[in-house]
Protein backbone atom coordinates (compact mmCIF):
# COMPACT_ATOMS: atom_id res chain seq x y z
CA UNK A 1 0.00 0.00 0.00
CA UNK A 2 1.32 3.20 -0.99
CA UNK A 3 2.49 5.38 1.99
CA UNK A 4 4.10 8.43 2.87
CA UNK A 5 5.40 9.62 5.92
CA UNK A 6 5.20 13.96 6.20
CA UNK A 7 5.01 16.22 9.34
CA UNK A 8 5.55 12.71 11.65
CA UNK A 9 2.98 10.69 10.33
CA UNK A 10 2.24 8.66 7.93
CA UNK A 11 -0.25 8.69 5.83
CA UNK A 12 -1.68 6.09 2.55
CA UNK A 13 -2.94 7.41 -0.47
CA UNK A 14 -4.12 5.94 -3.41
CA UNK A 15 -2.42 7.45 -6.73
CA UNK A 16 -4.44 6.48 -10.32
CA UNK A 17 -4.44 8.09 -13.26
CA UNK A 18 -1.36 9.95 -15.52
CA UNK A 19 -1.35 13.16 -16.85
CA UNK A 20 0.33 16.95 -16.91
CA UNK A 21 -2.04 17.93 -14.38
CA UNK A 22 -2.43 16.54 -10.75
CA UNK A 23 -5.89 16.48 -8.44
CA UNK A 24 -5.12 15.86 -4.45
CA UNK A 25 -8.29 14.88 -3.10
CA UNK A 26 -9.20 15.56 0.62
CA UNK A 27 -11.68 14.05 2.12
CA UNK A 28 -15.04 14.53 5.03
CA UNK A 29 -14.48 13.68 8.69
CA UNK A 30 -14.91 10.07 9.50
CA UNK A 31 -14.91 8.88 5.75
CA UNK A 32 -11.84 8.08 3.23
CA UNK A 33 -10.41 8.98 0.33
CA UNK A 34 -12.78 6.41 -1.56
CA UNK A 35 -15.75 8.28 -1.73
CA UNK A 36 -14.05 10.41 -4.40
CA UNK A 37 -13.86 7.37 -6.47
CA UNK A 38 -16.65 8.32 -8.90
CA UNK A 39 -14.66 11.44 -9.55
CA UNK A 40 -10.90 9.56 -10.08
CA UNK A 41 -12.56 7.27 -12.47
CA UNK A 42 -13.66 10.04 -14.21
CA UNK A 43 -10.92 11.88 -14.48
CA UNK A 44 -7.91 9.47 -14.26
CA UNK A 45 -7.65 9.10 -17.76
CA UNK A 46 -6.37 13.05 -18.43
CA UNK A 47 -5.07 13.90 -14.60
CA UNK A 48 -2.64 12.14 -12.01
CA UNK A 49 -5.24 11.75 -9.36
CA UNK A 50 -3.76 11.24 -5.40
CA UNK A 51 -6.43 10.76 -2.78
CA UNK A 52 -4.73 10.85 0.65
CA UNK A 53 -6.38 9.31 4.04
CA UNK A 54 -6.46 12.02 6.73
CA UNK A 55 -4.17 10.85 10.51
CA UNK A 56 -6.42 8.89 12.49
CA UNK A 57 -8.80 7.79 9.38
CA UNK A 58 -8.87 4.93 7.03
CA UNK A 59 -5.73 3.25 6.33
CA UNK A 60 -3.04 6.42 7.93
CA UNK A 61 -1.58 6.19 11.13
CA UNK A 62 -3.70 6.98 14.57
CA UNK A 63 -1.31 9.04 16.10
CA UNK A 64 -2.01 10.02 19.86
CA UNK A 65 -1.49 13.59 18.96
CA UNK A 66 -1.46 15.92 16.49
CA UNK A 67 -4.99 16.47 15.51
CA UNK A 68 -5.35 20.12 15.60
CA UNK A 69 -6.67 22.37 12.45
CA UNK A 70 -3.17 23.82 11.87
CA UNK A 71 -1.46 20.21 11.95
CA UNK A 72 -4.18 18.95 9.75
CA UNK A 73 -3.62 21.42 7.19
CA UNK A 74 0.06 21.23 7.63
CA UNK A 75 -0.05 17.58 6.48
CA UNK A 76 -1.47 18.45 3.45
CA UNK A 77 1.38 21.07 2.51
CA UNK A 78 3.63 18.57 3.39
CA UNK A 79 1.77 15.62 1.57
CA UNK A 80 1.83 18.13 -1.59
CA UNK A 81 5.22 18.82 -1.51
CA UNK A 82 6.55 15.07 -0.69
CA UNK A 83 4.37 13.71 -3.84
CA UNK A 84 6.24 16.17 -5.97
CA UNK A 85 2.14 17.97 -6.92
CA UNK A 86 2.59 21.59 -6.99
CA UNK A 87 0.81 23.20 -8.34
CA UNK A 88 -1.70 21.12 -8.13
CA UNK A 89 -5.75 21.12 -8.42
CA UNK A 90 -6.97 20.72 -4.80
CA UNK A 91 -10.43 19.16 -4.43
CA UNK A 92 -11.42 19.10 -1.32
CA UNK A 93 -14.80 17.99 1.00
CA UNK A 94 -15.72 19.19 4.06
CA UNK A 95 -12.80 18.60 6.26
CA UNK A 96 -11.12 18.70 2.36
CA UNK A 97 -12.20 21.94 2.07
CA UNK A 98 -10.72 23.40 5.94
CA UNK A 99 -7.73 22.26 4.61
CA UNK A 100 -7.70 23.88 1.01
CA UNK A 101 -8.73 27.20 1.77
CA UNK A 102 -5.82 27.16 4.46
CA UNK A 103 -3.40 26.44 1.83
CA UNK A 104 -4.53 28.77 -0.56
CA UNK A 105 -4.91 31.46 1.36
CA UNK A 106 -1.21 30.51 3.09
CA UNK A 107 0.68 28.44 0.19
CA UNK A 108 -1.06 29.50 -2.97
CA UNK A 109 1.93 28.57 -5.13
CA UNK A 110 0.97 24.76 -4.43
CA UNK A 111 -1.78 25.24 -5.99
CA UNK A 112 -2.92 25.08 -9.63
CA UNK A 113 -6.89 25.66 -8.57
CA UNK A 114 -9.26 25.03 -5.52
CA UNK A 115 -12.51 22.93 -5.86
CA UNK A 116 -14.18 23.52 -2.09
CA UNK A 117 -17.21 21.54 -1.89
CA UNK A 118 -19.68 21.05 1.19
CA UNK A 119 -17.17 23.18 3.56
CA UNK A 120 -17.01 26.05 5.76
CA UNK A 121 -15.09 28.85 6.06
CA UNK A 122 -16.10 29.94 9.25
CA UNK A 123 -15.40 28.33 12.96
CA UNK A 124 -18.32 25.68 13.52
CA UNK A 125 -21.68 26.99 14.89
CA UNK A 126 -20.85 26.72 18.82
CA UNK A 127 -24.21 24.44 19.22
CA UNK A 128 -22.73 22.27 16.48
CA UNK A 129 -19.44 22.18 18.05
CA UNK A 130 -21.58 21.10 21.30
CA UNK A 131 -22.89 18.59 19.69
CA UNK A 132 -20.41 17.35 17.55
CA UNK A 133 -17.77 16.80 20.47
CA UNK A 134 -20.50 14.92 22.99
CA UNK A 135 -20.82 12.32 19.84
CA UNK A 136 -17.45 12.03 20.04
CA UNK A 137 -16.95 10.91 23.68
CA UNK A 138 -20.03 8.31 22.91
CA UNK A 139 -17.80 7.03 20.34
CA UNK A 140 -14.42 7.04 22.05
CA UNK A 141 -15.96 5.47 25.21
CA UNK A 142 -19.19 3.13 23.96
CA UNK A 143 -18.41 3.02 20.17
CA UNK A 144 -19.94 3.63 16.92
CA UNK A 145 -23.59 1.85 17.40
CA UNK A 146 -25.09 4.10 19.34
CA UNK A 147 -24.63 7.29 16.82
CA UNK A 148 -24.49 5.70 13.66
CA UNK A 149 -27.63 6.61 12.92
CA UNK A 150 -27.15 10.11 13.31
CA UNK A 151 -23.79 10.14 11.57
CA UNK A 152 -25.08 8.72 8.83
CA UNK A 153 -27.56 11.50 8.79
CA UNK A 154 -25.44 14.40 9.27
CA UNK A 155 -23.68 12.76 6.21
CA UNK A 156 -25.78 11.40 3.66
CA UNK A 157 -29.22 13.21 2.31
CA UNK A 158 -32.73 11.23 2.57
CA UNK A 159 -32.82 10.61 -1.17
CA UNK A 160 -29.29 8.20 -0.47
CA UNK A 161 -30.60 6.79 2.03
CA UNK A 162 -34.16 5.76 1.65
CA UNK A 163 -33.18 4.75 -2.04
CA UNK A 164 -34.11 0.92 -2.84
CA UNK A 165 -31.51 0.76 -5.61
CA UNK A 166 -28.96 1.88 -2.96
CA UNK A 167 -29.15 0.22 0.02
CA UNK A 168 -25.84 -1.67 -0.83
CA UNK A 169 -24.13 1.43 -0.97
CA UNK A 170 -25.77 3.06 2.61
CA UNK A 171 -24.63 -0.62 4.25
CA UNK A 172 -21.41 -0.16 2.96
CA UNK A 173 -20.77 2.94 3.79
CA UNK A 174 -22.00 2.69 7.10
CA UNK A 175 -19.73 -0.25 7.71
CA UNK A 176 -16.64 1.81 6.60
CA UNK A 177 -18.08 4.51 9.05
CA UNK A 178 -18.02 2.06 11.99
CA UNK A 179 -15.01 1.06 10.87
CA UNK A 180 -12.75 4.13 11.74
CA UNK A 181 -10.72 4.60 14.35
CA UNK A 182 -12.81 5.44 17.36
CA UNK A 183 -9.82 7.34 19.17
CA UNK A 184 -8.96 9.09 16.32
CA UNK A 185 -11.97 9.97 15.23
CA UNK A 186 -13.23 11.77 18.71
CA UNK A 187 -9.39 13.70 18.48
CA UNK A 188 -9.69 14.73 14.88
CA UNK A 189 -13.29 15.63 15.65
CA UNK A 190 -12.38 17.74 18.88
CA UNK A 191 -9.55 19.56 16.51
CA UNK A 192 -11.57 20.30 13.56
CA UNK A 193 -14.70 21.63 15.22
CA UNK A 194 -12.45 23.95 17.15
CA UNK A 195 -11.19 25.35 14.49
CA UNK A 196 -10.73 29.53 13.73
CA UNK A 197 -12.65 30.95 11.14
CA UNK A 198 -10.40 32.01 8.00
CA UNK A 199 -13.75 34.02 6.34
CA UNK A 200 -11.92 37.61 6.70
CA UNK A 201 -9.15 36.23 4.64
CA UNK A 202 -11.02 35.00 1.95
CA UNK A 203 -9.76 38.11 -0.30
CA UNK A 204 -6.54 36.75 -0.50
CA UNK A 205 -7.35 33.63 -2.68
CA UNK A 206 -6.75 34.79 -5.96
CA UNK A 207 -6.88 30.96 -7.43
CA UNK A 208 -9.48 29.91 -9.92
CA UNK A 209 -11.95 28.35 -7.28
CA UNK A 210 -15.66 26.26 -7.34
CA UNK A 211 -17.58 26.08 -4.82
CA UNK A 212 -19.86 23.26 -4.82
CA UNK A 213 -22.58 22.07 -1.74
CA UNK A 214 -25.37 19.51 -1.89
CA UNK A 215 -28.65 20.97 -2.21
CA UNK A 216 -30.36 18.88 1.35
CA UNK A 217 -26.22 19.38 3.04
CA UNK A 218 -27.53 19.88 6.70
CA UNK A 219 -24.13 19.78 8.32
CA UNK A 220 -22.74 22.51 6.02
CA UNK A 221 -25.73 24.31 4.28
CA UNK A 222 -25.98 25.97 1.02
CA UNK A 223 -25.70 29.56 2.71
CA UNK A 224 -22.32 28.75 4.13
CA UNK A 225 -21.28 27.90 0.39
CA UNK A 226 -22.61 31.03 -0.70
CA UNK A 227 -20.29 32.82 2.02
CA UNK A 228 -17.09 31.13 0.41
CA UNK A 229 -18.13 32.04 -3.02
CA UNK A 230 -19.17 36.08 -1.93
CA UNK A 231 -15.51 36.29 -0.55
CA UNK A 232 -13.28 34.65 -3.16
CA UNK A 233 -13.21 36.94 -6.12
CA UNK A 234 -14.54 35.44 -9.43
CA UNK A 235 -15.57 31.87 -7.41
CA UNK A 236 -18.20 29.90 -9.49
CA UNK A 237 -20.95 28.77 -6.86
CA UNK A 238 -22.99 24.80 -8.07
CA UNK A 239 -25.35 23.55 -6.38
CA UNK A 240 -26.01 19.46 -6.14
CA UNK A 241 -29.79 19.05 -6.13
CA UNK A 242 -30.69 16.38 -4.01
CA UNK A 243 -27.43 15.61 -2.55
CA UNK A 244 -26.49 15.80 1.16
CA UNK A 245 -22.67 16.39 2.54
CA UNK A 246 -21.36 13.14 0.68
CA UNK A 247 -22.68 14.72 -2.86
CA UNK A 248 -19.58 13.12 -4.28
CA UNK A 249 -20.77 10.03 -4.00
CA UNK A 250 -24.85 10.80 -3.89
CA UNK A 251 -24.84 12.66 -6.98
CA UNK A 252 -21.70 11.65 -8.63
CA UNK A 253 -22.66 12.65 -12.40
CA UNK A 254 -23.38 16.06 -11.21
CA UNK A 255 -20.36 16.44 -9.38
CA UNK A 256 -18.17 15.08 -12.21
CA UNK A 257 -20.52 17.15 -14.91
CA UNK A 258 -19.43 20.18 -12.93
CA UNK A 259 -16.03 19.42 -12.06
CA UNK A 260 -14.39 18.39 -15.21
CA UNK A 261 -16.35 21.52 -16.92
CA UNK A 262 -14.20 23.53 -14.09
CA UNK A 263 -10.43 21.90 -14.79
CA UNK A 264 -11.27 21.85 -18.30
CA UNK A 265 -11.68 25.79 -18.36
CA UNK A 266 -8.02 25.75 -16.41
CA UNK A 267 -5.89 24.62 -19.57
Not at 43 to 54: E, K, M, V
Not at 183 to 195: D, M, W
Request: proline share 5%; with cysteine.
Amino acid sequence: MPRVRVNGVELYYSEQGSGPETIVFSHSYIMNGEHFQPQIEALSGRYRCIAYDHRGHGRSEVPRAGYEMQTIYADGVALIEALGCAPCHWVGLSTGGFVGLRVAIRRPELLRSLVLMDTSADEEPAAAARQYRLLGHVVRFLGWRPVIGIAMSKLFGRKFLTDPARRAEVRAWRARIMATDRYGARQFGLGIFSRDSVHAELGRIKLPTLVMVGEKDVSTPPARARRIAEGIEGAELVLVPDAGHLSTLEEPAAVNQALERFLAAQG
